[in-house]
Antibody, heavy 124, light 106 residues
Framework: QITLKESGPTLVKPAETLTLTCTFS??????????VGWIRQAPGKALEWLVF???????RYSPSLKDRLTITKDTSKNQVVLTLTDVDPVDTATYYC?????????????????WGQGTLVAVS | EVVLTQSPATLSLSPGERATLSCRAS??????LAWYQHKPGQAPRLLIY???NRATGIPPRFRGSGSGTDFTLTIVYLEPEDFAIYYC?????????FGLGTKLEI
């Protein structure tokens, strides 16, 4: 059974760095083809894909946020860590991590077959 | 980027009725479209991938159809637990994009 859970601060000040952790179980980020993504949803807005990280440490970032985002993995802890620098009130959102459905081909994209419940982060 | 337009924004139906939700893409996404169900405070749930394929554990009353730019999610017989927000998402073009959602309410 695949589960994911996001954790991190609920409130961050403008210009600070936001760090979120995704802790998962039921799969390994050392297995060929496995990926984890981050998605966020600002109040009243559409879901927004942020990044994928893969078993081979390949990383694919959203073009609009790639200068501010960093993603890393710790396979010994079954965790993925997302950092977003220089946050602004527009970064206020619920942040989700999710398991990318295993499909070969375009590693820049994918859909998500298991999600965490999300963590709400306010920038103020 | 590909813009996904979902309609209607809100759909009011009763249990036992049939629900038809639409997702239109600003350019062709072939069949690379997924549907998700989201209830407040819960994790989003993948229902349909690649336009027509039900995800693991999804009951057959959920049906996806379409290709190119026009897609439909049909719930053929609404159960009380189906009232939620439904999102479509494309993976044909980078970046991945989502629709704004359709709220299915009782």
């Amino acid at each position: 059974q695949i589960t994911l859970k996001e954790s991190g601060p609920t409130l961050v000040k403008p210009a600070e760095t936001l760090t979120l952790t995704c802790t998962f179980s039921g799969f390994s980020l050392t297995t060929n083809g496995v990926g984890v993504g981050w998605i966020r949803q600002a109040p009243g807005k559409a879901l927004e894909w942020l990044v994928f990280i893969y078993w081979d440490d390949d990383k694919r970032y959203s073009p609009s946020l790639k200068d501010r985002l960093t993603i890393t993995k710790d396979t010994s802890k079954n965790q993925v860590v997302l950092t977003l620098t220089d946050v602004d009130p527009v970064d206020t959102a619920t942040y989700y991590c999710a398991h990318r459905r295993r499909v070969s081909g375009n590693w820049d994209t994918g859909d998500l077959d298991y999600w965490g419940q999300g963590t709400l982060v306010a920038v103020s | 980027e590909v813009v996904l337009t979902q309609s209607p924004a809100t759909l009011s139906l009763s249990p036992g009725e049939r629900a038809t939700l639409s997702c239109r893409a600003s350019q062709s996404v072939s069949s690379q479209l997924a549907w998700y169900q989201h209830k407040p405070g819960q994790a989003p749930r993948l229902l349909i991938y690649d336009a027509t394929n039900r995800a693991t554990g999804i009951p057959p009353r959920f049906r996806g159809s379409g290709s190119g730019t026009d897609f439909t999610l049909t719930i053929v017989y609404l159960e009380p637990e189906d009232f939620a927000i439904y999102y479509c998402q494309q993976r044909a073009n980078r970046p991945v994009t989502f629709g704004l959602g359709t709220k299915l309410e009782i």
